[in-house]
């Protein structure tokens, strides 16, 4: 039987690398936070600025068999499921921060 989900959060840290001009990011997602079926995912140093970190944790869970193929928007999925989705991004980060993700 599988796990229902009752929230998703996604923390991502943003790294700028000012002598290519490139953003990065890399993150960690938790579903259902502080119950005893929470599982965490971590999606490692990658290209990306802006919200980008949000589509990613929705691959992310795809690929793990959270969220169904269908969906091809995270907040669609939380919507039509009552799901909470938490996101936050903290930005100007060192590259070393990312990496120890």
Known sequence: ???KIKT???SALEWFDKVNGNS???GV????YG????KTFKMPF???YGDYYRHA???TLKKEGIIPEKYGQLWQYCSENKV???SSLRENCKQKELKNI
Request: proline share 4%; with cysteine; aromatic share 12%.
């Open 46 to 48: 990658q290209y990306g």
């Open 24 to 26: 990065y990011f890399a």
């Open 84 to 86: 909470i989705c938490r």
């Open 8 to 10: 998703i959060d996604i």
């Open 57 to 59: 944790a929705l691959e």
């Open 35 to 38: 119950m005893p079926t929470e």
């Open 29 to 32: 997602i938790t579903v259902n």
């Open 1 to 3: 039987m599988k796990t």
